[in-house]
């Protein structure tokens, strides 16, 4: 049985193409087993840390990074496609009695003071050159970059901001859509669009807003006709928005996140005919090419298909 086929059900088949290629790629810089979990270290946009368990019940594993969507990351599938190629490095049995890695940096080495952890790490990595060597290739070749925008966490500091002062909303939009000019000034896409998915969360439904949040889809727009590098990024909010859409639909709260109010934001994020075929893939997953609401979206898709 192919490794993979034990992930979570809910991984994105986007998400496990992309993880693969990572893989190819070579960005699984290292990749530790002891027993059945696993530890390794993933070069993207900077470099991420991740732990994975073979259980009964199939792969299980956290990752650093800031992805929202269901099941794994790209980051732990290229993790599971390096451990069925066999590139794991095999520990050594952790002496008996202590804790296991994960569980001494959790419980004891964080709850220390800062001196103790500093007097620690200098001591191990002067015993340990090798790890003190990997640990500067690590950070040398970490790219800085602004972390990802969360559009959950973001979207409900707005919501509750307009709650509680319904009559600064004007003001209140005006605040919140500030980074937008710091993201697109960066050419950091992923960060503004998932700003601007964040905004539709917040307001989907609201007509009083639609005015102000289809200004914004205008120059959402002509940022990505400028910007043709951020095409994986609309496909990433592409699946991010289904995806959220699909786990509030299973929960019984569709009525939280109304999809056909997100065809503007659909609009604004296609500027090219690969995430318009993208879209169209996405709906078809789900099930949603022929409902009557999303006929106007099935409309413009219709534009970019090849003449």
Known sequence: MSFLSRVPADTVPDVIQRGRTYHRQGRVIRLLRRGARYEASISGSQTYQLWLADTVQGWRGQCSCPYEGGGFCKHLVAAVCAIEAGEATQLPPEPAGLAP?????????????????????????????????????LQKGAAPWPPQLKVGAAARELRAQMETRPEQAAATLDRFWAPWAGFAGEGDAGNALRLYLAAYEALAGLAEHTAWLQARATETKA?????????????????????????????????????????????????????????????????????????????????WEPA
């Open 101 to 137: 890695a994960p569980g001494f940096v959790q419980s004891v080495f964080e709850a220390a003071p800062p001196w103790a952890r500093a007097a620690f790490l200098t001591e191990l990595f002067h015993r340990q050159p090798a790890l003190r060597a990997a640990f500067e290739a």
């Open 223 to 303: 940022f990505l006709q400028a910007r043709m590098h951020s095409l994986p990024r609309s496909k990433h909010l592409i699946a991010l928005v289904i995806q959220r859409w699909d786990a509030y639909e299973k929960a019984g709260e569709a009525f939280r996140y109304h999809l056909p109010d997100f065809i503007p934001f659909f609009q604004a994020i296609i500027a090219h005919p690969v995430p318009a075929r993208y879209l169209r893939l996405q709906l078809e997953a789900y099930g949603l090419q022929q409902r009557p609401d999303l006929a106007a979206l099935q409309a413009y898709l219709e534009q």
